[in-house]
């Protein structure tokens, strides 16, 4: 790492984050409140994880899908009181996801509202998540503490991370602040991207590798598009997932990537974006696997793109 702060909000594409710890409010997320005793079993018949199983000390990364598997939403949803549920999810799309599940509420005695006035969410990453949860919180783990909750995101550069949510009115989290900027690099550097509006409705969950990192349960009931989803798990091949990339300028969500073998014809698409040192960008972005194995891949601006290891495994791997 060079000589920048620590607060920098721009970082060497391959920098480590385990010199960094700190803090940062997300206003880029907001919270979705499902309140009554038939919230669990609704969660269940919209979601592809099973809310039903959920156990206290467990959150869930979920996907909303519509009724041809591709996803509307992405949330890390977990419960917050004997009979409600909070699903974090990226704030741009909050409304209509709102609107949408409301349409599905029909008989069941469940609430839904826009809780997101009502709470704040920080970022965490690695000293600040050992002092504010002690050294254990694993990945989707949840934690109570006091008035806030913690749970334990998939790491970056093997740097623990977590949510923090607490009433607004409550004291801000313990540590140092941390710029927005390497919170996005770590987001990326995760591997697990949150799904914001311009990407709704263009990717089926394994797209975003959702299925590699908890994000689907292929045990559970009917939700939309589970018949879509499980399709392409047994019985199809997965042709597009989830790649780090790498590029010398900035990229843009939506920007597509072309291969150098068919350069008329987009081979993928730019999903999540974080800024890298001099003006470089890191970046999660769906690709064709195909593409990823031999040629060269860039924009068509002629920006070069190169790809990076994803920190897990994928489930056809394992």
Known sequence: MNDRSPNSTALQADAPLSALDGVVRLSHLGVIRAQGIDAASFLQGQLSQDFVLLKPDQARLAAYCSAKGRMLASFVGFQHSADGFLLVCSADLLAT?????????LRAKVQLSDAS?????????????????????????????????????????????????????????????????????????????????????????????????GGVNFKKGCYPGQEVVARSQFRGVIKRRAFIVHANAPLLPTQEIFHDGEPEQACGQVVQVASAQDGACVAIAVLQVTATE??????SGGTLVSLMPLPYPLLEDI
């Open 117 to 213: 006035a009502d709470f704040q969410i920080w970022g965490c990453i690695g000293s600040a998540v050992h002092a504010l949860a002690g050294n254990n919180l694993g990945v989707l783990a949840k934690r109570e503490l006091e008035s806030a909750t913690m749970v334990g995101l998939h790491p970056a550069a093997g740097q623990v991370r977590a949510l923090w949510l607490a009433p607004a009115e409550a004291p801000a989290p313990l540590g140092s602040p941390l710029a927005p900027g390497l919170w996005a690099w770590g987001e990326v550097q995760s591997g697990v991207a949150t799904l914001s509006a311009p990407l709704v409705d263009a990717f089926v969950p394994q797209m975003l590798n959702f299925e590699s990192v």
């Open 97 to 105: 996801t709102l609107k949408r599940l409301g349409m599905f509420v």
């Open 294 to 299: 031999s040629g060269n891949l860039s924009t």
